[in-house]
């Protein structure tokens, strides 16, 4: 997959793979079929709260249908996975200012 094809792409794989509790869930060979990811296997990979959390905020990010809560997101990530979602999502806001 090229994670750089546009801004989805980059603040997504940046989510999957920077975020302490989702990067070592993710694993590119097992949840990326073709352009796509196999949201349902990643999910049922992830077992703690901000696991599966976070998988919903990258898929929101990926395609707008994660739901993930930002009130359940700003209680539960720890500083490490929260600064890899802000990063992500600074990444995924600057398709505006391109």
């Known amino acids: 997959m090229n994670w750089n094809l546009d801004f989805?792409?980059?603040?997504?794989?940046h989510l999957l793979t920077r975020a302490p509790a989702l990067?070592?869930?993710?694993?590119?060979?097992?949840?990326?079929?073709?352009?796509?990811?196999?949201?349902t296997a990643l999910e049922d990979a992830c077992f703690?709260?901000?696991?599966?959390?976070?998988?919903?905020?990258?898929r929101d990010l990926w395609n707008r249908t994660g739901q993930a809560p930002l009130g359940?997101?700003?209680?539960?990530?720890?500083e490490d996975n929260f600064q890899a979602l802000m990063t992500a999502m600074r990444l995924w806001r600057e398709r505006s200012t391109r």
């Open 8 to 13: 989805e792409h980059r603040s997504t794989h």
């Open 23 to 39: 990067a070592r869930k993710f694993d590119e060979r097992a949840h990326v079929i073709g352009e796509g990811i196999d949201w």
């Open 48 to 58: 703690s709260d901000a696991e599966r959390l976070l998988a919903r905020a990258a």
């Open 72 to 78: 359940e997101l700003l209680s539960t990530l720890d």
